[in-house]
């Protein structure tokens, strides 16, 4: 089942007289359950990618369909809405709330849409995290692991079309990133969460079933691990 599909996708903007082009009418489809790494040098056109598929951005071309619902349909409100329901998203910096508990942080999607928890999902969630410990605590009492272990949860508490992970290692050491890719792999395969890893990382980019290189906006490679 295609969960995912990007058909002609360009995205350009304008810097005085300049026309920079970040992303040059790509297509992409995703099977559902696929784990994909994207990968590509800085400025390769990843980061525009994420934000369209993330809805946060519009591409000025093209189409982009994610679990039936085409993006160019919504509105501003209605694309935050489906962001927080179909998206999940990983960044490098966590994005934790300071303020408040790990497990309102975890909570916070459905908290927003007043919508009822579902306790055993929940405790499935924080326990193969690690952090059933940690729910009382705020975020500046966690280790970086235990904060992306956190934003992990969060994103996955709404049970996602798409999980979007952008460098989720970037500020992690060794062993806490190999813990973190260890996890989304369980998650990819034990709730069949269909991932896409933005990475410049090639190590990291192999623990994917297929890998996807982009250069100038454009793929130039699409392989199968």
Known sequence: MEI????????????????????????????????????????????????ILGSVDKPTEGEVTIDGTKLSALNRTQAAIFRRRKVGLIYQFYNLIPTLSVRKNILMPLLLDKKK???????????????????????NQLSGGQQQRAAIARSLIYRPALLLAD?????????????????????????????????????????????????????????RG
């Open 117 to 139: 928890v579902d306790t055993g999902y929940f405790d499935q969630i924080v326990k193969s995290l690690g952090i059933a410990e940690k729910l009382d605590c705020f975020p």
């Open 4 to 51: 995912l599909k990007c058909e002609g996708v360009h995205k350009e903007y304008k810097t005085g007289e300049h026309r920079v082009v970040a992303l040059d009418h790509l297509d992409l489809s995703v099977e559902k359950g696929e784990f994909v790494a994207i990968v590509g040098a800085s400025g390769s056109g990843k980061s525009t990618l994420l934000h």
């Open 167 to 223: 460098e989720p290692t970037g500020n992690l050491d060794q062993k806490n990133s190999r813990e973190i890719i260890d996890m989304l792999k369980r998650s990819n395969r034990s709730l069949n969460q269909t991932i896409l890893l933005i990475t410049h990382d090639e190590k990291l980019a192999l623990e994917a079933d297929r890998i996807i290189t982009i250069e100038d906006g454009r793929i130039i490679s699409d392989r």
